[in-house]
């Protein structure tokens, strides 16, 4: 996971420098579309046992995730009203933590289900011997224990039961992340359609953000003078 920390540390620095350029839904879309490669390159070195290619696909994940936990926040207080910026930051943050949970969740559901069958059909196709206990043997390799899932196996070799184990979690790893890449790939999609501006208008950029705080500032100064002038003639 370390490839995976550093890239998220040091990527909202070049998300920031993105943000002079592009708008929040086009960041948030490359940020996607970023995560969805990041996953598909890690079920590739999953499936074939290739470090490298692991450690690169954690890397790529990073890359993605970090210009996204900036601009989330940003593009969901851009759009609400100064006056509740409080409420927009709550939600923000509920949100996101119960979108951690619900995926960590499914994913690992969808892990468990698959790595049990696959370890069931494998055992009963080259230990028919030990069919019967190749449903407890799934249920231990799925909840992390090995070691006694290997014992379970005697008196087929240990070397056997382990590679059957690995390769077993190996296949419900490589299915939760290409569920995690079908997921990130249609929200880019999806965010890059459906955040876009309105056909006509072009997205505003910081400096046109900028120039319409101040435009509003200036006006609304403008609008309060006349007033204490006209309350200091009546006085």
């Known amino acids: 996971m370390l490839p995976f920390a550093i890239a998220m540390l040091i990527l909202p620095q070049i998300g920031q420098w993105l943000g002079r350029y592009l708008a929040s839904h086009q960041i948030l879309a490359l940020g996607l ?7 598909l390159v890690t079920a590739w070195g999953a499936a074939g046992s290739l470090w ?3 450690i690169l696909g ?19 207080m851009g759009v609400v009203p100064r006056e509740r910026a409080g409420m927009a930051s709550g939600i923000s943050t509920t949100s996101r933590f119960s979108g951690i949970l619900l995926g960590f969740v499914v994913l690992s559901t969808i892990m468990a289900i698959v790595a ?8 009963c196709a080259s230990i028919a011997s030990r069919c019967e206990a190749a449903t407890e043997f799934a249920r231990l390799v799925a909840a992390g224990d090995v070691p006694k899932a290997v014992a379970l196996m005697s008196p087929v070799s240990p070397t ?8 077993g979690y190996a296949t ?34 910081v400096s046109d953000r900028a120039l319409q705080r101040t435009t509003a500032e200036v006006l609304s100064f403008a609008d309060c003078v006349p007033r204490r002038k006209r309350g200091a003639l009546r006085e």
């Open 33 to 39: 579309g970023v995560v969805c490669l990041g996953n």
């Open 52 to 54: 490298p290619l692991l």
């Open 58 to 76: 954690m890397i790529i994940l990073g890359s993605g995730g970090g210009p996204l936990n900036g601009d989330t926040q940003k593009a969901i």
């Open 116 to 123: 049990r069958a696959a370890l069931t059909t494998t055992i």
């Open 160 to 167: 056997i039961a382990n590679e059957i184990a690995h390769r």
């Open 172 to 205: 419900g790893f490589v299915a939760a992340l290409l569920t995690a890449a079908v997921v990130a790939g249609l929200s880019a999609f999806v965010v890059a359609i459906q955040m876009r501006p309105a056909r006509g208008r072009s997205s505003p950029t």
